[in-house]
T-cell receptor, first 113, second 114 residues
Framework: QKEVEQNSGPLSVPEGAIASLNCTYS??????FFWYRQYSGKSPELIMS????GDKEDGRFTAQLNKASQYVSLLIRDSQPSDSATYLC?????????????FGAGTRLAVHP | DGGITQSPKYLFRKEGQNVTLSCEQN?????MYWYRQDPGQGLRLIYY???????QKGDIAEGYSVSREKKESFPLTVTSAQKNPTAFYLC?????????????FGSGTQLSVL
């Protein structure tokens, strides 16, 4: 059974700090990796995608991928209270075609003023 | 505006009843998906479809059925065989092909049992 593991949290950080969210996956052949943000009672929204080893930056968000260690992380710089949400890590174990994403259970982030 | 529309937002099912959740998209996406989310858990794939008149079971298809008669529509029926249907149901769509993996989600349907 292919798995994606995340700490459930809550991860509590002060406003302006860096929030670090981590995710590990079991299928070594996985090709693409995603971070979704989900506010309570709402649908997930994609915030980052990453396909190759290293860092990918987009505004205050940085995704990091290490395929050898089978982990992917998300850094949120200058955290804001509006970043408080559940962050879902998703992994596609297939190289294109069907998007049979496998989702982790999510990490709840709480940014306090 | 393009997007995915799910209805209803809230749905209540009586014991032994089948209920159908609607999902319509105007993004011209070939692929559509149904996910189930339980509190504190990630999304689990119920069914998916890449083309009209074809669909595949996901990880938790038992007790559910789907149809894909039109590209724009992918309704999900929760049958009486699904003994624990209370959950948040999410429909999604995407383009197909390499690196076309961004999922667009509808706003979800919360299903509860009376």
């Amino acid at each position: 059974q292919k798995e994606v593991e995340q700490n459930s949290g809550p991860l509590s950080v002060p406003e302006g700090a860096i929030a670090s969210l981590n995710c590990t996956y079991s299928d070594r052949g996985s090709q693409s990796f995603f971070w979704y943000r989900q506010y309570s009672g709402k649908s997930p929204e994609l915030i980052m995608s990453i396909y190759s080893n290293g860092d990918k930056e987009d505004g205050r968000f940085t995704a990091q991928l290490n395929k050898a260690s089978q982990y992917v992380s998300l850094l949120i710089r200058d955290s804001q209270p509006s970043d408080s949400a559940t962050y879902l890590c998703a992994v596609n174990p297939f190289s294109g075609g069907y998007n049979k994403l496998i989702f982790g259970a999510g990490t709840r982030l709480a940014v306090h003023p | 505006d393009g997007g995915i529309t799910q209805s209803p937002k809230y749905l209540f099912r009586k014991e032994g009843q089948n209920v159908t959740l609607s999902c319509e998209q105007n993004l011209n996406h070939d692929a559509m998906y149904w996910y189930r989310q339980d509190p504190g858990q990630g999304l689990r794939l119920i069914y998916y479809s890449q083309i009209v008149n074809d669909f595949q079971k996901g990880d938790i298809a038992e007790g559910y059925s789907v149809s894909r008669e039109k590209k724009e529509s992918f309704p999900l029926t929760v049958t009486s065989a699904q003994k624990n249907p209370t959950a948040f149901y999410l429909c999604a769509s995407s383009r197909t092909g390499p690196l076309n993996e961004k999922l667009f989600f509808g706003s979800g349907t919360q299903l509860s049992v009376l």
